[in-house]
């Protein structure tokens, strides 16, 4: 499966989808989150930190860019949003993060796109009516096809909604 496109209708959903995909999560995973502020990336974050099963509260790294937690496996929790460009990333380091012993997961990731592996999964966050967010997955390269095929195995077992 290469695509798979959820509605959540609140935070709390958002956040078991990430749980889902936490759990589902190996390490040298890439998961790439685009969209616009208040979207819901930092907040799918927390979900995928409480798949790994890290109790720490998850905040957004603005101001830090890089945040590590340790979990099942580590999580590299990025944010670009005040990064312009590639050269920024490589600056930062970015490159020692990704497709190492942890989960990578990328805010903001069309900021750095040239800086970051061809294969990820990228996950697009865009508002609908009210506290409506629709989350298009999509799987570049084999992992992550094989990731969105059980992901979709899990779904009926959580509130979220295939549209
Ligand atoms: N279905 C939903 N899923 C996620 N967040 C929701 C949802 N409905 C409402 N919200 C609210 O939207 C906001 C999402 O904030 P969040 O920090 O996760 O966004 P973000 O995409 O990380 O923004 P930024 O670009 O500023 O980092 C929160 O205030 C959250 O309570
Ligand atoms: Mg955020």
Excluded at 16 to 24: E, F, I, M, Q, T
Excluded at 132 to 149: C, D, K, M, N, W
């Amino acid at each position: 499966m290469t695509e798979l496109t959820l509605v959540t209708h609140s935070p709390r959903e958002t956040q078991s989808l990430g749980a889902v995909l936490g759990r589902l999560a190996r390490p040298g995973d890439v998961f790439l989150l685009i969209g616009p502020l208040g979207a819901g990336k930092t907040c799918l974050t927390q979900g995928l930190a409480r798949g790994l099963g890290i109790h720490d509260p998850v905040t957004s790294p603005t101001f830090t860019l890089i945040r590590e937690y340790q979990g099942r496996l580590p999580l590299y929790h990025v944010d670009c949003f005040r990064l312009e460009g590639t050269a920024a990333a490589l600056e930062l380091g970015l490159d020692g993060y990704l497709g190492g012993d942890g989960l990578c997961v990328v805010e903001w990731a069309d900021r750095v796109m040239e800086a970051l592996p061809l294969e990820h999964l990228l996950v697009t966050l865009t508002y609908r009516e009210g506290r409506e967010r629709v989350l298009r997955l999509e799987a570049r390269g084999a992992r992550y096809a094989a990731l969105l095929s059980e992901l979709r195995r899990k779904i009926p077992l959580t509130k979220v909604q295939v549209a």
